[in-house]
C-alpha cells in the first residue's frame, strides 16, 4: 500500500490557463479528488504576451524559464511530452508509488502550443507521454489529472481501475 511522507508534494505546472469551461470543470473534479491523497496543486504560468514577433524557439525559451522558476533544485521533473514513454494505468501507479516512496516532490510540466525548450528538457527527470494521439494543451490536464486519480486509488486498492 502507498505510504507518503507527510511534506511530499505532487504539482502540475502548464503554460496558460484552462478557459474552456468543461476542460476547467473536469479539471477541477480530479485536483480535488487528487488532494485527498497528497498535498497537489495546479500552477498555471501566464500565457505570454505580444509573442507575434517571436520565433517558436523564443516562444518555447521563454516559457520554459517560466516553467523552470517553479521547479525547485530537489524536485522531480516528469514531462508530459509526445516522446515520452507511454504506459498502461496499472505501471503508471507502479511507476508513480516507486517515485513517491524515494520522498522527493514530483512536478509534472505540461508544455505550451510548441512544446518545452531544450533546457527544460535537460533538467527533466523523465517524459511521459499520455497517448500517441495529440491533444490540445489544455485537455491533457484534465485527462492527466485522471489518470493520476487513477493511478492514486490503484496504489490504494480501492475500486475505482477495472482490470
Known amino acids: 500500500?502507498?505510504?507518503?511522507?507527510?511534506?511530499m508534494?505532487?504539482?502540475?505546472?502548464t503554460v496558460g490557463k484552462t478557459d474552456v469551461r468543461w476542460?476547467?470543470?473536469?479539471?477541477?473534479?480530479?485536483?480535488?479528488?487528487?488532494?485527498?491523497?497528497?498535498?497537489?496543486?495546479?500552477v498555471e504560468i501566464p500565457q505570454l504576451k505580444n509573442v507575434s514577433a517571436l520565433s517558436r524557439d523564443q516562444i518555447k525559451e521563454k516559457e520554459g524559464d517560466l516553467l523552470l522558476r517553479q521547479v525547485r533544485p530537489g524536485d522531480t521533473l516528469?514531462?508530459?511530452?509526445?516522446?515520452?514513454?507511454?504506459?498502461?494505468?496499472v505501471e503508471f501507479a507502479e511507476?508513480?508509488?516507486?517515485r513517491l516512496a524515494a520522498g522527493r516532490d514530483l512536478v509534472f510540466a505540461v508544455g505550451?502550443?510548441?512544446g518545452f525548450s531544450q533546457k527544460v528538457y535537460d533538467r527533466s527527470d523523465a517524459l511521459f507521454s499520455l497517448s500517441k494521439m495529440t491533444f490540445s494543451?489544455?485537455?491533457?490536464?484534465?485527462?492527466?489529472?485522471?489518470?493520476?486519480?487513477?493511478?492514486?486509488?490503484?496504489?490504494k486498492g480501492e475500486p475505482y481501475h477495472h482490470e
Open 137 to 155: 494543451h489544455q485537455m491533457v490536464r484534465t485527462v492527466f489529472a485522471e489518470q493520476l486519480y487513477r493511478a492514486f486509488t490503484i496504489l
Open 78 to 89: 516528469v514531462l508530459l511530452d509526445e516522446r515520452g514513454k507511454q504506459y498502461r494505468s
Open 23 to 42: 476542460v476547467k470543470e473536469g479539471l477541477d473534479v480530479y485536483v480535488s479528488r487528487l488532494r485527498h491523497y497528497a498535498p497537489f496543486s495546479l
Open 1 to 7: 500500500m502507498l505510504s507518503l511522507r507527510a511534506k
Open 9 to 13: 508534494e505532487i504539482k502540475l505546472l
Open 95 to 98: 511507476r508513480l508509488g516507486r
Open 112 to 114: 505550451g502550443a510548441y
